[in-house]
């Protein structure tokens, strides 16, 4: 269903980032990299006061003409986008919610894996089997 | 004879041979036929042999005694060398390499022998790590145990062997060869203990290229044996009786080996397929990997830390990424911690990569870890498939990840698990009778002086059972003549309550007694206990309730409470007002019931997280749900009947709560899918609303940017 895939570290540089094959892969990482201003307006706007209440779904960050881009953030600042496209309506946002929550799941396993340095980036054959499974499932 | 001196290296090979050839365990005299084995292996021409013999010595005094012996070696090894024999030139040729032996139980020795005469050959090979497997007639004759077969391992390895190895020898060849190594620092041996006691597979290979100078090559053997032996390796137990003297496989240069382990890698796939998996265990192996579990955790139904494991792995040198990609495909249930079984499965992964295999994309059948006992290996297959809907293990713990499944199939499965889990629960749940009837009189007489005989949902079981209750609460709530009317008046309604009272009239009166002990103690608490698991044991309900029916009808025709009284009015007058009343007491037990099940767990002899976790999961799943109270009348039964059963075995208890956790772990899946579901629900009107605003923002494209 994505398009592509980024998860992006706390200081805003990527652990991984997967695009499908057939597109400009340049294209999409430009948009992940401009989406991180979104999410820093969207993380800023709850206020401290909301950080325990603060969803980890951010919903939709922006749409473009052609797709829209999803993101959510977990509690240590680490942050899945998501970028999608729009042709596809059928995507409802409990879809999009739960791929993310598939998301943050493998990421926590990558994270369990003592043999995984935070901050490195991820190559996990287990995340990447699973982002393929969300990639393919749309096209 | 002349003073033989000897380097280090020299005299621990020979001193290992020595033992080896010496079956006796003279220690001072060498059978002949061994030695006599040996020098063939030595692949010497026969007179040479002969020569030699007569050389030390042999020949004249009719036995090998150990200087006797060690000459020959020397020998031996000069004439592997080319040298000519004379007596003098055991002293004289300086760096003699050590002698070489071809023979098939010589593999290991040979290569050994490579690694100790050149550490820079098997510098990298794991061969130092991994010596030749212990002879294999000292394998089966002594224990398994490493300590034992350490020296043996030893003087094994001195042995010319060829790298046929039997699968016997090859499991504790690793262990063994990864202690001795420790043990022996001799010969750049020392870096490879940590090497990983890696099967003989890479050892093979790497011995052969150390030995290359020296080995003499079995025409003709060379690939095909060394599969033969790969693959029996592999294959751990059945081939053990091929240990007996492979034609000299491998041994060869290291153009044979490279040939043979290429080939030899197929041989192992294509015959893995019809031997054993090439990724079970054998009983050496996990003999070993249990050893080295203890020496990080001695508890062996701990766990091990994932930075304990992490160094322990990263020793065997193995890139970080396929040392993360096994981790990923051991660490079973994610938890960042290696239980004894996780271990032994990354380990064998790790000794089979050292070896060349490559790692599996999913965790092999073999290698997973057993929840539940180790006879349990139907649990084993249904673990997968039970905890996960997709067959990789990655995958396989969907309470780590409840969304996984999507939300289409969300609702049917829902329900279906729900069903599932009722019909799961009943299994362990049956008790002795005596304890389910005592509580459940109990709970009768408290509980259920309400439920409502005129709402038999005939839909469930469960209200069967319920019905059940309901009629023996009833009665007992009236007491006697009256409750007896009730009860038939009750009865009548549902067909099925009423049977098994009557056939169990005659029941236990000895339950009397007991039961109003009970009664009177458990009345404050039954009422709690009601709401447990709804979903819980309503067969066995069925079954305890019609018995308890009959005690609670004898009871209260015996005794008055008068609790009992006071609901028995209450009951009188009419269906519904019991219904009302039923349904209001079953939500304060509700209510009541999180809390009190919580205490309640506790409690009991059962293993308190065993039931709390049933309660609170059934809690949870009947919440959606509409039969309150008779889910938890049954869940309480339920709860109450596995009490007895928990102190009656050990291994029942441990299967039970394996049973629990994979069924607290389907809850878990069923209550996420519910839950997103839910949210779902909740969310289509802020999706209209999303929509609406990209559709405005749409429609000002310019504004936005």
Known sequence: MAVCIAVIAKENYPLYIRSAPTENELKFHHMVHTSLDVVDEKISAMGKALLDQRELYLGLLYPTEDYKVYGYVTNSKVK????????????????IRSMFRKLHNSYTDVMCNPFYNPGDRIQSRAFDNMVTSMMIQVC | MEGLTLSDAEQKYYSDLFSYCDIESTKKVVVNGRVLELFRAAQLPNDVVLQIMELCGATRLGYFGRSQFYIALKLVAVAQSGFPL????????????????VASKNEQESRHAASYSSDSENQGSYSGVIPPPPGRGQVKKGSVSHDTVQPRTSADAQEPASPVVSPQQSPPTSPHTWRKHSRHPSGGNSERP??????????????????SAGDAVWSGHSPPPP??????????????????????????QTTVRTVASATTAIEIRRQSSSYDDPWKITDEQRQYYVNQFKTIQPDLNGFIPGSAAKEFFTKSKLPILELSHIWELSDFDKDGALTLDEFCAAFHLVVARKNGYDLPEKLPESLMPKLIDLEDSADVGDQPGEVGYSGSPAEAPPSKSPSMPSLNQTWPELNQSSEDTAIVHPVPIRMTPSKIHMQEMELKRTGSDHTNPTSPLLVKPSDLSEENKINSSVKFASGNTVGQQQAGVVAHPPAVPPRPQPSQAPGPAVHRPVDADGLITHTSTSPQQIPEQPNFADFSQFEVFAASNVNEEQDDEAEKHPEVLPAEKASDPANSLRVAKADSKTEEKTAAGAPTNVSKGTAPLAPPPKPVRRRLKSEDELRPEVDEHTQKTGVLAAVLASQPSIPRSVGKDKKAIQASIRRNKETNTVLARLNSELQQQLKDVLEERISLEVQLEQLRPFSHL
């Open chain 2, 86 to 101: 004379r007596v003098e030139s055991i002293n004289t040729v300086k760096d003699l390499p050590l002698p070489r032996f």
């Open chain 2, 227 to 252: 599969q033969e032996n790969w693959v029996s390796f592999a294959d751990t137990p059945p081939t053990s009786t091929l240990l007996t003297m492979h034609p000299a496989s491998v041994q060869d």
């Open chain 1, 80 to 95: 899945f986008v998501m970028v999608v496209d729009s042709s596809n309506t059928a995507l409802r946002d409990n879809e």
């Open chain 2, 194 to 211: 940590l090497a990983g006691p890696g099967p003989f597979w890479s050892p093979f290979g790497e011995a052969q290229s150390g030995s």
